[in-house]
T-cell receptor, first 115, second 112 residues
Framework: AQKITQTQPGMFVQEKEAVTLDCTYD???????LFWYKQPSSGEMIFLIY??????QNATEGRYSLNFQKARKSANLVISASQLGDSAMYFC????????????FGTGTSLTVIP | DAMVIQNPRYQVTQFGKPVTLSCSQT?????MYWYQQKSSQAPKLLFH???????NEADTPDNFQSRRPNTSFCFLDIRSPGLGDTAMYLC???????????FGDGTRLSIL
């Protein structure tokens, strides 16, 4: 079974609108971490936001927020007020296990912001 | 200022010719990771070091080796590259292994 599932290969959003990128995960561990990364066409991976499995509140970092629904095992990324520079690949990732040795990426969602 | 630096940014090498990719960090992080990312795919973890402790992923080919001579540097050695090893190679660090990883800009490796 896939550890991280991103069902949207590509998404389009109008500039200044909000967009939600979906991520579901599969784990039987009680302690895990969820991450979102942005990868522009230049290739570097940029950390955006983190949610720990024991965090009760949804994580927020500027225009990024993580909609964490533990019972559904989903960790969707919400980008508010989209900008042209947000066009990139977005990867959801999970750190699993007490020692954090297991780290899994989803297949990514390509986001295009339309002027 | 770049905190995880990978050299070179682009590398072209011949089939079967050994190649070494370099990663250095100024963050003094305990953990360093190497990922392989093929075109339009997710990054795949090859191995990581927790300090000097080496952890190899079960499906990482024997052709891939790594060295970490000190906290700041980590190398990826590909002993006999094949055409299928053409990919982006990403180095990342984290303070401890449950913290967000900070990535370098990657090395795009092409095997001819």
């Amino acid at each position: 079974a896939q550890k991280i599932t991103q069902t949207q290969p590509g998404m389009f959003v109008q500039e200044k609108e909000a967009v939600t990128l979906d991520c579901t995960y599969d784990t039987s561990d009680q302690s895990y971490g969820l991450f979102w990364y942005k990868q522009p066409s230049s290739g570097e991976m940029i950390f955006l936001i983190y949610q720990g499995s024991y965090d009760e509140q949804n994580a927020t970092e500027g225009r990024y927020s993580l909609n964490f629904q533990k019972a559904r095992k989903s960790a969707n990324l919400v980008i508010s007020a989209s900008q042209l520079g947000d066009s990139a690949m977005y990867f959801c990732a999970m750190r699993e296990g007490q020692t954090g040795n297991q780290f899994y990426f989803g297949t990514g969602t390509s986001l295009t912001v339309i002027p | 200022d770049a905190m995880v630096i990978q050299n070179p940014r682009y590398q072209v090498t011949q089939f079967g010719k050994p190649v070494t990719l370099s990663c250095s960090q100024t963050l003094n992080h305990n953990v360093m990771y190497w990922y392989q990312q093929k075109s339009s795919q997710a990054p795949k973890l090859l191995f990581h070091y927790y300090d000097k402790d080496f952890n190899n992923e079960a499906d990482t080919p024997d052709n891939f080796q790594s060295r970490r001579p000190n906290t700041s540097f980590c190398f990826l050695d590909i002993r006999s590259p094949g055409l299928g090893d053409t990919a982006m190679y990403l180095c990342a660090t984290s303070r401890v292994d449950d913290q967000p990883q900070h990535f370098g800009d990657g090395t795009r490796l092409s095997i001819l």
